[in-house]
C-alpha cells in the first residue's frame, strides 16, 4: 500500500490503462482538472500523441463521434470537464450510447466512458456547478461511477474502461487533493459494490463522491461525544448495491442520506425512497437528507456555502435523526 493523492491516483490509472490497451483513447484535455496538474496529463499526451486527442468544443460532435468509434471497436475515454457540459451532448449520450445495445438487440456495444466533474466547487455558479447523476439514473443503459477516494478513482476508473457498456465517471474537483491508500497491483474494484467506510451502531450515514469525505470527517467529531456513525459509499449508482445500504438502516434504524444533487429527484430522493419501500418497518426515525436546495448555485460565496452540503448540515441532521 502507498499513500497517494486522489489525482495521483486516477493519473496512475489513466497511465496504466493506456499502456495495456491500444483500444483506449483519450478526447479532452483536463482529465486531471487545472494546473498544476495539468503538466503531469500532458506527459501522457506526449507518450500517446495519436492516441490523445483535443477536440473543437463541440460536446454533441465529438460525443458522436466517440459513440460511433466504441461501436466499431475502440474504448474512448471522453473527457466532458464540468458536469452541465454533459447537456450539450445530451441526444448522444442519453439517446444513442444508452439505447445501442438494447434497440439493437444485443448486437451493438457502445463501451466507452464519458468523465465529468460534479458539484460545488467554489465560485463555479449557475453553469458550472451541476450534479447531473440522478438525471442520467433515469436513463436506463448507462452504468454511473462516483469515486470518493484515491483507491476507489483508481479501481473503478479500471472498471469503466474495461466494462462493455457505456459509464458516466462522476468525479468532483475537492477532492483531487485527498490522500488515502492504494494498493500496489492491478486492482479492479467491480461495479456494484458499496463499501461501508466507517462501522458504528447508531445512525447510517449513505454518502456520494466529496460528501463521503465529509461524512467521514463529521463521524470522526461526533465519535467524541459518544455517536457512532456508520458510513456507507454506494460508490456507484448503476448497478447499485442496495443490499449493502439496507443492511446498514436495519443495523442502525436511522439514516441521513447526503448528495450534492438537488433536493427534488435527486440521488438522495431516490435511495431515501427505496429504503422507504422496503425498510420502513425497521426505520426508528424518519429518513433525512442533506442535498443543495432547489435553486441555481449562487457565484457568491456566503450563499454558495449557505447551500453547499456541509459537514454542519451534515452533523445536525445526524443529531436529528437521533433526537
Known sequence: MREIAYYEAKLEALSEIMAADHRVHLMGGTFLSLSPRRGLFQKIAAQYPDRVVSPPISELGFCGLAIGAAMAGLRPIVDLSTGSFIYEAWPQVVNEAANAFYMSGGQTRAPLVFHLFHGIRGAGAAQHSHSPQAMLWNCPGLEIVLPASPRDVKGLLKTAVSSPNPTIFVDHVQLLEIRGPVPDGDEEIPFGQAEVKRIGGDVTVIATS???????????????????????????????????????????????????????????????????????????????????????????????????????RIAEAIRAALR
Open 210 to 312: 466529496l460528501e463521503v469525505q465529509r461524512s467521514l470527517a463529521v463521524a470522526e467529531k461526533l465519535a467524541g461525544e459518544g455517536i457512532e456513525v456508520e458510513v456507507v459509499d454506494p460508490r456507484t449508482l448503476v448497478p447499485l448495491d442496495f443490499a449493502t445500504l439496507l443492511a446498514s438502516v436495519e443495523k442502525t434504524g436511522r439514516v441521513v442520506i447526503v448528495d450534492q444533487c438537488h433536493r427534488s429527484c435527486g440521488v438522495a430522493a431516490e435511495l431515501a425512497a427505496r429504503i422507504a419501500e422496503e425498510g420502513f418497518d425497521k426505520l426508528k426515525a424518519p429518513i433525512r437528507r442533506v442535498a443543495t436546495p432547489d435553486v441555481p448555485i449562487p457565484f457568491s460565496p456566503p450563499l454558495e456555502e449557505f447551500i453547499t452540503p456541509s459537514e454542519s
